[in-house]
């Protein structure tokens, strides 16, 4: 086998490779050998059928197969023989396929890169310095309280106020003529929840039970309806029934929707700080995790990577998209745009470069106890936490899991030891905000 390798732009590379007709020849014929054992040609016993037939009936389909077979076999071997690491599947093209004449095709693919990391010890890392306080705890029962609320109807002279529900019709009009979408009947509003477009909460507060008013909105220049952005539109209005929001008492009844068992507040308040302190960890971490990769990959943004990497991490990310929003209908994750997941995708293959490259460097191996402290914090938001210790100790792809997880948060900590920490005091809301807007 005679091979020739050409550097094509960037990290693509190109194989010209020429196998000898005998071993394409000698392939052919012992597969049609093989094959006449076994197939039924009419006017023949089985197996008796003459070479000559066999080969006029099957020779075309088994020598495809073999070229096939040759061409996969014949790049293997060609690029271990130059000692290249291929991303994603060759692009094969036949170049001589001629009977009697050597076997001569190109390969062309793309290799990994050769990841150089850079050094950082000049790269500056956040991280947020935080506690939760007893102002937010206070606010937390409050939440928890808006969650439990209750409605109650009001006096139907009472006036819509700001936090009330309303239940209403709306009809909305474009230069006088009702458009898809813009009509409901019995619609459940909480006012000041920003759910509706701009201007369109506002102009109810005040509105009564049994009142009907037209109102005036304009939508914003990003809506999705195209015929709707930025248009000026009216709505007809018709409240039903006005209710103002009840909270809840801090009861036993209460606490016990929060799989708390107590009749005291005192104790309450100390399981609610107990899980804001375990959200604040977690919340530091993703943030921590999140700016030493941002650093990570600032330092090394030279970084080239295969587009076929990202093309598959494209298309897992149009399956999980659509996994995750398609629920109730069906949306076909090859018809998502494929742009709208390639930044994503391209930080995703960067940073796995990256950290393998990072892994390998400083010969990072998963630590039991890491693995083990994982498992931990999993299962202490469970009610039976060592039911759950025992499904993770137990199941092979779930500990690989973890595994993976682990080595991810040895490498953070390696960034954080070879880059600049520089602490930033801030709050448990601030911290929490921003690691739920990271995880979006």
């Known amino acids: 086998m005679q091979v020739s390798l050409e550097t094509l732009t960037g990290l693509e590379r190109k194989l010209t490779i020429s196998i000898p007709a005998k071993s394409v020849e000698e392939e052919v014929g012992q597969r049609l050998a093989r094959l006449s054992k076994n197939v039924r040609i009419d006017g023949f016993r089985p197996g008796?059928?003459?070479?000559?037939?066999?080969?006029?009936?099957?020779?075309?389909?088994?020598?495809?197969?073999?070229?096939?077979?040759?061409?996969?076999?014949?790049?293997?071997?060609?690029?271990?023989?130059?000692?290249?690491?291929?991303?994603?599947?060759?692009?094969?093209?036949?170049?001589?396929?001629?009977?009697?004449?050597?076997?001569?095709?190109?390969?062309?693919?793309?290799?990994?890169?050769?990841?150089?990391?850079?050094?950082?010890?000049?790269?500056?890392?956040?991280?947020?310095?935080?506690?939760?306080e007893d102002d937010d705890v206070?606010?937390?029962?409050?939440?928890?309280?808006?969650?439990?609320?209750?409605?109650?109807?009001?006096?139907?002279?009472?006036?819509?106020?700001?936090?009330?529900?309303?239940?209403?019709?709306?009809?909305?009009?474009?230069?006088?003529?009702?458009?898809?979408?813009?009509?409901?009947?019995?619609?459940?509003?909480?006012?000041?929840?920003?759910?509706?477009?701009?201007?369109?909460?506002?102009?109810?507060?005040?509105?009564?039970?049994?009142?009907?008013?037209?109102?005036?909105?304009?939508?914003?220049?990003?809506?999705?309806?195209?015929?709707?952005?930025?248009?000026?539109?009216?709505?007809?209005?018709?409240?039903?029934?006005?209710?103002a929001p009840v909270e809840p008492e801090m009861n036993a009844e209460f606490f016990a929707k929060y799989g708390v068992e107590s009749n005291d507040l005192d104790s309450f308040k100390v399981e609610v700080r107990k899980n804001m302190d375990r959200e604040l960890r977690q919340a530091v971490k993703t943030l921590v995790k999140n700016n030493a990769l941002d650093a990570l990959l600032s330092a090394n943004e030279a970084l080239d990577v295969p587009s076929a990497l990202v093309d598959q991490e494209i298309h897992e990310l149009q399956h999980q998209f659509a996994n995750q929003y398609g629920s109730g209908s069906k949306i076909d994750p090859h018809q998502l745009p494929k742009e709208l997941f390639k930044d994503?995708?391209?930080?995703?293959?960067?940073?796995?470069?990256?950290?393998?490259?990072?892994?390998?460097?400083?010969?990072?191996?998963?630590?039991?106890?890491?693995?083990?402290?994982?498992?931990?914090?999993?299962?202490?938001?469970?009610?039976?936490?060592?039911?759950?210790?025992?499904?993770?100790?137990?199941?092979?792809?779930?500990?690989?899991?973890?595994?993976?997880?682990?080595?991810?948060e040895q490498a953070v900590d390696k960034i954080l030891e070879l880059s600049k920490v520089a602490e930033k005091v801030t709050t448990y809301e601030e911290v929490v905000r921003q690691a739920h807007q990271n995880r979006g």
């Open 48 to 132: 008796k059928a003459p070479q000559k037939v066999i080969q006029q009936r099957y020779g075309a389909d088994v020598r495809n197969e073999v070229i096939g077979d040759q061409m996969r076999k014949g790049f293997v071997e060609a690029v271990t023989q130059e000692k290249l690491n291929p991303a994603g599947n060759p692009k094969f093209e036949l170049v001589d396929n001629e009977l009697g004449k050597d076997l001569s095709f190109v390969a062309t693919f793309e290799v990994y890169p050769e990841v150089k990391l850079a050094n950082m010890s000049d790269v500056e890392v956040e991280q947020p310095a935080a506690t939760v």
């Open 138 to 243: 206070e606010n937390m029962l409050s939440v928890l309280r808006k969650q439990q609320v209750e409605w109650e109807t009001k006096a139907e002279d009472a006036a819509s106020e700001d936090g009330d529900k309303v239940v209403i019709d709306f009809e909305g009009f474009l230069e006088g003529e009702a458009f898809e979408g813009g009509k409901a009947e019995k619609h459940e509003l909480v006012l000041g929840s920003n759910s509706m477009i701009p201007g369109f909460e506002e102009q109810i507060q005040g509105m009564k039970s049994g009142e009907e008013r037209r109102i005036t909105v304009t939508f914003p220049e990003d809506y999705q309806a195209e015929n709707l952005k930025g248009k000026t539109t009216e709505f007809d209005i018709k409240v039903h029934e006005v209710k």
């Open 344 to 408: 994503r995708a391209e930080r995703r293959v960067k940073l796995g470069l990256l950290i393998n490259s990072l892994v390998e460097e400083h010969s990072i191996k998963v630590e039991s106890a890491r693995v083990e402290a994982i498992i931990q914090d999993i299962a202490s938001t469970y009610q039976d936490p060592e039911q759950v210790v025992e499904f993770y100790k137990n199941n092979k792809e779930q500990k690989a899991k973890l595994d993976a997880l682990a080595i991810e």
